[in-house]
């Protein structure tokens, strides 16, 4: 049986983890979070599900990656701007015949990743995948992924001669968790989708809000849409073939199926905690000024969001009424 580690144990990571476990896989979760790996080491991963139901399984969980050995795979889902980080924290888990998969959001992951471990054995991806670390061992995921219709993609070695042999062989064993991976030559298309499906996330900071709430308000559907819309445009410039009218399609399908789930970046607002919109919707307005595109509606938003983490929310919410 292959051998598995998630470096990263957030939301996303967390949940992959667990859903291979649950599944019959031999994996190892690396977190930096005693708390947290000390609660799923002795009573195992809670997973809450949007309906209400629990699932529990055990899991293996480890702050001292060193005592794990090589893997068959390691699959990074930490926040983008942890990438270099997460590459320093994987080198124990790295063997001459591991194959290095990251599923973070944003522009460049894979090239930082094949800085350390080289790009003949690093998979450039991202996912769909919802979730919420709630409380140290207990993590939330979302109606679609509970479902099993997130969708991660994962592409070939950006090395000459790269093929689909890493991500079809990681493939077998997520499918096999109900988190469905779709190998794919075409991962540029793919990341600049998600980079444009990935404008909820500031759109929900910013409101402090839920996927579900956000949507259910015109104004913000029609900004997301905006939003949307540019990073496609980003990507026509840059030579990424990105279908608009699928991509909007495959967007809206998203948002309505997330239901009452907080974004990432959302939660990392609410909780004053550092938010990774550089490596997301800022990658494509640095991007945009590089190529000559004008992006006015990313480049305000991405300006609120580091203004809203540099000033606090609290402090905004307690400023003085006037008299």
């Known amino acids: ?113 094949a800085a350390s471990f080289g790009s003949e054995r690093v998979l450039p ?70 980079l444009a499906l990935a404008v909820m996330g500031p759109v929900s900071a910013l409101l402090g809000a839920t996927v579900g709430a956000t949507w259910a308000e015109q104004p913000a559907r029609g900004l997301v849409e905006r939003l949307h819309d540019e990073v496609v445009a980003v990507a026509h410039a840059a030579g990424v073939p990105v279908d608009r009218d699928a991509s909007w399609a495959h967007a809206v399908a998203t948002f309505e199926g997330t239901g009452d789930h907080y974004t990432s970046m959302a939660t990392d607002i609410i909780q004053g905690r550092q938010v990774e919109i550089g490596a997301i919707t800022g990658s494509v307005v640095d991007l945009a000024g590089r190529l000559g595109v004008d992006v006015p509606a990313a480049s305000t938003v991405v300006a609120l969001v580091l203004l809203t983490q540099q000033v606090g929310v609290r402090r905004i919410s307690a400023a003085p009424a006037e008299a």
């Not at 080491?41 to 809670?46: A, E, H, S, V």
């Not at 979730?131 to 070695?157: K, L, Q």
């Not at 990681?170 to 075409?186: E, I, N, R, Y």
């Open 125 to 194: 991806g991202l996912t769909t995948i919802g979730a919420e670390r709630r409380a140290p061992g207990v993590v939330y995921v979302s109606d679609s992924t509970a479902r099993g219709a997130s969708v991660t993609h994962v592409g070939p070695p950006r090395a000459p001669g790269g093929t689909l042999e890493g991500a079809r062989a990681l493939a077998a064993h997520m499918d096999a968790a109900g988190l469905p991976v779709s190998p794919t030559d075409a991962i540029d298309q793919e990341i600049w989708k998600k």
């Open 1 to 113: 049986m292959a051998t598995i580690a998630v470096v990263g144990a957030g939301g996303i990571g967390t949940a992959i983890a667990g859903l291979l476990a649950r599944s019959g896989s031999d994996v190892v979760l690396v977190g930096r979070s005693p708390a947290h790996v000390d609660a799923i080491t002795t009573d195992g991963l809670r997973i809450d599900l949007p309906d209400g139901r629990t699932w529990h399984t055990p899991l293996e969980a480890t702050v001292h990656p060193a005592s794990v050995g090589h893997c068959d795979h390691v699959i990074v889902a930490t926040k983008a701007f942890d990438t270099a980080a997460a590459a320093r924290t994987a080198e124990p888990l790295v063997g001459p015949g591991t194959w290095v998969t990251t599923v973070q959001n944003g522009l460049g992951n894979d090239t930082v990743l």
